[in-house]
Nanobody, 116 residues
Framework: QVQLVESGGGLVQPGGSLRLSCAAS????????MGWYRQAPGKRRELVAS???????DYAGSVKGRFTISRDNAKNTVYLQMNSLKPEDTAVYYC??????????WGQGTQVTVAS
C-alpha cells in the first residue's frame, strides 16, 4: 500500500520559514520524481517544485529563490524548505510521487497559512 504522509505545515508570520516533509512508503522511492504542489481556496492546484532521484530540481517562478526542495533517498523523504513566506503562499500543500507519465500518488495535504 502506497502512502505519502506530509507534515510541517502550520501558521507563520509573513517573512517567516517552514519546512515541509513528505515520507513515502510502499514505493521504490529512488525511481520516482517527487513534487510539491499547492492549492489555495478557489484556485487550481499548481506545481511548486519538483526533484528527480539524481537531484535535479525545478521551481515555479513565484517561489524561486525562496523555496528549496530536497530529498533523502535513504529515508524515503522529500522536503520543502520555505523561506521569506508571503500571504499569497497560503494554501494546502500536497506531495506527489510520479513515475513515467501514468503513475502518480498523492499525499493528503498539509495546511500552510501565512498571516500576521
Amino acid at each position: 500500500q502506497v502512502q505519502l504522509v506530509e507534515s510541517g505545515g502550520g501558521l507563520v508570520q509573513p517573512g517567516g520559514s517552514l519546512r515541509l516533509s513528505c515520507a513515502a512508503s510502499g514505493i521504490n522511492f529512488n525511481d520516482y520524481m517527487m513534487g510539491w504542489y499547492r492549492q489555495a481556496p478557489g484556485k487550481r492546484r499548481e506545481l511548486v517544485a519538483s526533484i528527480i532521484s539524481g537531484g535535479s530540481t525545478d521551481y515555479a517562478g513565484s517561489v524561486k529563490g525562496r523555496f528549496t526542495i530536497s530529498r533523502d533517498n535513504a529515508k524515503n523523504t522529500v522536503y520543502l524548505q520555505m523561506n521569506s513566506l508571503k500571504p499569497e503562499d497560503t494554501a494546502v500543500y500536497y506531495c506527489k510521487a510520479s513515475l513515467w507519465s501514468n503513475i502518480a500518488y498523492w499525499g493528503q495535504g498539509t495546511q500552510v497559512t501565512v498571516a500576521s
